[in-house]
């Protein structure tokens, strides 16, 4: 069932547990998802990035995509198609592409810019019955060309951000795309909780969930984020899964070759992670809550 992530966000910031993000990069990743979201009962966000969307042909394409799926598997729980660190024009043609959901990443201009143009982007969302995400300081590493240092946001534009009427705010708070590093020092809480006074109700979001150790991941949660990025674990278990399967020679068993069986483990792999992380956010059986 195909939402805006409004409300489930607004269910999770109150019931103090958070609804995952799960990057998708094609027909497995997206089937994987939602399968194991539906067994569960939870709800769930498909973030896709503007370079995934590139490899799959467009945001149309993608959009048809999930729709067609949720609707031929009977997903019942709320799904959220999602754009995770939107360029401006990334946002208007995914708004057009009929997604329900997007995220406008400003964090690398001036917050007058950001403040302008995530208020022009607030306006045509709603508009459209979509929710909208705004991101504040930046995310540690590289997301689709956009590079951040993971400088922790100033919880005052974090406030003028969320005053434009975003429906949820992502902030630095010292958080990294990708592997985190042995000398990482850890997510900044004095940041987080000043960030959530400023702010209130306003669902919170931590990107770059993979690998941030799980009594963090649960203090951030108690601390008002409602929101949780994972891409870069799910692409991990992918491909020990699939290497395992090729250094066991299974490809060249019968047609183990055949596309279908080769990208299988994969699948699973990417089943089990999501699995661990719903269970670790807590928002397994929350579909209906």
Wanted: charged share 25%; hydrophobic share 45%.
């Amino acid at each position: 069932m195909l939402v805006s992530a409004k409300e489930m966000l607004d269910k999770a910031k109150a019931g103090h547990y958070a609804v995952g993000q799960f990057n998708i990069n094609n027909l497995e990743w997206t089937k994987s998802i939602l399968l194991v979201a539906q067994e569960l009962q939870s709800p769930v966000i498909l973030g896709m990035s503007e370079g995934a969307a590139k490899y799959m042909v467009g945001p149309k394409t993608v959009a048809a995509m999930v729709k067609a799926m949720d609707e031929e598997l009977g997903i019942t729980v709320p799904v959220a198609l999602h754009l995770d660190h939107g360029s401006y024009e990334g946002c208007k043609k995914c708004i057009e592409a009929g997604f329900t959901s997007i995220m406008f990443d400003g964090s690398h201009y001036s917050i007058e810019e950001n403040v302008a143009k995530t208020t022009e982007l607030v306006a045509a969302a709603h508009a459209a019955g979509l929710s909208i995400e705004a991101e504040v300081g930046s995310i540690g590493g590289e997301e689709d060309g956009v590079v951040g240092a993971g400088e922790c946001a100033d919880p005052n534009e974090c406030k003028a951000i969320a005053d434009l009427g975003v429906d949820m705010l992502a902030a630095g708070i010292g958080n990294i795309h990708g592997k985190y590093p042995a000398n990482w020092a850890g997510l900044s809480f004095e940041t987080l909780d000043a960030i959530q006074e400023k702010t209130g109700d306003m669902p919170l979001v931590l990107h770059g969930g993979t690998g941030i150790p799980e009594d963090m991941i649960k203090k951030a949660i108690d601390l008002g984020v409602a929101k949780i990025n994972v891409n870069t674990e799910c692409q991990l278990a992918f491909a020990e899964a699939t290497r395992k399967y090729i250094e066991a020679g299974k490809d060249l068993e019968g047609k183990g070759f055949d596309p279908r069986k080769l990208l299988a483990p994969g699948a699973e792999g990417i089943k089990a992670t999501v699995r661990e992380k719903i269970a670790l956010f807590g928002s397994a059986g929350k579909a209906n809550a």
